[in-house]
């Protein structure tokens, strides 16, 4: 028997997949979104670097 006030701890059948793992799965289920997405980043980001170049050259 248990007492009214004591609280009822529940275990989840399954722990809750990590965000990392989420993650992964995701990516390779939208394989052409993510890649799309890294290539833009990477043009991004060496357009920035070619930027900073012109701009701070001596």
Do not use: C, D, I, W
Request: proline fraction near 9%; avoid cysteine; hydrophobic fraction near 50%.
């Amino acid at each position: 028997m248990s007492l009214p006030n004591e609280p009822k701890v529940q275990k989840p059948e399954e722990p809750a997949p990590s965000y990392v793992k989420l993650a992964m799965r995701n990516m390779v289920r939208k394989r052409g979104t993510s890649l799309k997405h890294f290539a833009l980043t990477l043009v991004a980001v060496l357009a920035f670097f070619v930027l900073l170049s012109v701009v701070f050259r001596g």
